[in-house]
C-alpha cells in the first residue's frame, strides 16, 4: 500500500476540475493512472507545501511542485500511465509534450494573462473574487507581470509589449500547433490507442481551459471548437474521468446568464450596504465620544447599577 | 520574425532564384562562437547543404548584433536577412526548396514535434551547462564571449549575458535543477532520438528533412567540442545509431570542406 499522497491544486469552474493548466495536467494523470489521492482544492497558493500550485505532498520524501516532478514521482510510486507504451510512444510523448510548451504554452499565457481584455474581464475577475483577502489585490497583478516577464525572456526581447504584433506571431505557432495534434489524434480516442496516457494528460491540461472558460478575444477558442477530434476528446475525457464537475456546470452557466454584464452581485451588494452603514454610524460614534459630545457618567461602584447620563452639548 | 514580416518575404521572393552569394553570418569560429551557437549554424548549413543552396560562411564577431532578432545564425540573401533554422526553413520553401512536402501530415506533425523536443531539451541543456554551470561559465564561456571586446566592456557584456540566461532558466522552471539531472534530461532526448531513428538512415525514409538538420548540428557539435567534462559526449556516444548517423551527414554533405568543420573545437 502506498503513503496516502496528497494533492494540493487550483479549484474548478466552468465545469473543469481545475482552472489551472498544470493542475488539470497532474489530475488527469492521476485519475488515468488510478492513483488514490486526496485532493485539495484551494484558492491560497501560500497554503501549499511548496508555496505554488500543483503540489504533490507524500509522506516520506516530500513536496513536489512542477507537473514533470510530480508526474515521476507518481511512477516511482508504481502509477504509471505509461506503462503500456512502446519505446517510440514514449519518445513520441516526449516530443509532443515538447511542441505543446515551446508552441501552444506561449500563446496561452498570452491569452489568459496578457491579452489586456481577457486579462481583465475575465483572468483577474476570477482569481480576485475566489482568493481569499488580502492576497486577492496582490497574487492577480503579481503573476500577471511574472507571466509577461517570462514571455520576454522566452522571446529573447526585454522590450516586448502587448499588442497585436506579438498576438499575431504566437497565436500563428498555436493555431498550427492545435493542428498538428489535431493531425496526430486523427480519429483515435487518445492519442496512443484506446487507453489514455501522459500525452494525453498534457494536451487535456492544456487545452481544457481554453476550450471551457469563455474569453472576450476568443480566437484560440475559435479554431479549437473548429477542430472537432480535440474537442471531443476534451469533452470526453471530462465525461469520463470527471464526471461531478462536468454535470455542475449547466446549473453554473445558467446563473451567470443571469447576471450578464453585471459586475455587482446580489448579496455581496447588501452586504456591502450593511457593512458601511454600520461604519459609518460607529465613525460618528467613535468621533462624539472622542470629543466630548456624548459622554457616557458611571457614578462609582454601588449595589445599584450604573445609570448612563447623556448630555448634550450645543456646540457653537 | 513577424507573421506580416513572413507573408511580405513570401509575396517579394518566390519569382527570385537563390543567388550565388548569399551569405551566413556567425560568431568568430576559432576564439568566441559558443557551444549553443555553434550547433544552431552547423543545423543551418547542413539545412542549406541538404537542399542544395550554396552559402558562404562569414565569420564576425558582432554577428549577435547584427542579427534582427539577436540569435545567431543569420542568413543575407537577396536584401532579405533571416535568422534561425525555423524562419530559415519558411525563408526557402517559399523560393521552392523543402525537404518536408513528401511527408504526409502524421509525420509532419511528428517532425516538428521532435524539432521542438531537441529545441527544448537539447538546446536549453547546452545554455545551461554553459551559463548556469559555475565551473563552465567562468573557465570557458565568460572568457569566449567576451574575447573579441576589451576591458571593461567583455565583463560587462559576458555577465549580462549570463544575468539573461538565468533569469530566462529560472523562468521556464530550469533554474531548480542541478547538473546531474539536466545530463539526465539530455540522456532522455537522446534516447527518444535515437529511438525514432531506429535503424533508418534518416528519421524520415530516405530522405534527410530539417529534423535531420537539426539533430546533426546539435550532436555533432557536441560531440567535437570539449568541456570541462566529458560526460555530456558520452551521453550520446552511448546510442551508436546517432553516432553513425552524424558519421553519414557529415560524409554525405560536409565531404569536401571536412578540414573547415569547427572540429574538435578545444576550448
Redesign the interface.
Known sequence: MAAPLQLYCWRGDHGLPSVDADCLTVLAYAKFAGAPLKVHKITNPWRSPTGILPALKTREEGSFS?PSKIIIQLRKQKYNADYDLS??E???T???V??L???LLPALIYTHWVDAKNYVDVTRRWYAENIPFPLNFLLPNRIHG?QL??LR??R??PTLEPGE?LE??LY?DAL?CMT??S??L?SQKFFFGDSPSSLDAYVFGHLAPLLKIKLPNGKLQQHLNSLDNLRQFCTNILVLYFPSESREAPAKKVSNHADGGDFDNEPHKRRNQILSVLFAVGAMLGYAFLSGIITIKHTPARLEEPHVDEEEEEED | D???GEVLVVELNTAEPWPENATLYQPLREDQILLSDCASSLAVQAYLRMCGLPVRVCCRANAEYMSP???VPFIHVGNQVVSELGPIVQFTKAKGHSLSDGLD??Q???M???M??V???LLTAELYIQWCDDTTSSEITRPRYSSPYSWPLNHILAYQKQW?VR??MN???WAGKTLEQVYEDVS??C???S??L?TQPYFFNKQPTELDALVFGHLFTILTTRLTSDELSEKIKSYSNLLSFCRRIEQTYFEESIGKLPLGVIV
Request: aromatic residues 4%; glycine residues 8%; proline residues 0%.
Open positions: 512542477q519505446a517510440k514514449c519518445a513520441d516526449l516530443a509532443f515538447s511542441l510548451e515551446e508552441k511574472r516577464e517570462r525572456l522566452v529573447g526581447d504584433q499575431k506571431e500563428h498550427e498538428l495534434l493531425q496526430r486523427g | 513577424s507573421l506580416l532578432s539577436g540569435k501530415d502524421v509532419r506533425a511528428e516538428k514535434a521532435y521542438e523536443l529545441n527544448n531539451m539573461e533569469r530566462k523562468a521556464i522552471g532522455q532526448c534516447q527518444a532520438l529511438q525514432r531506429g
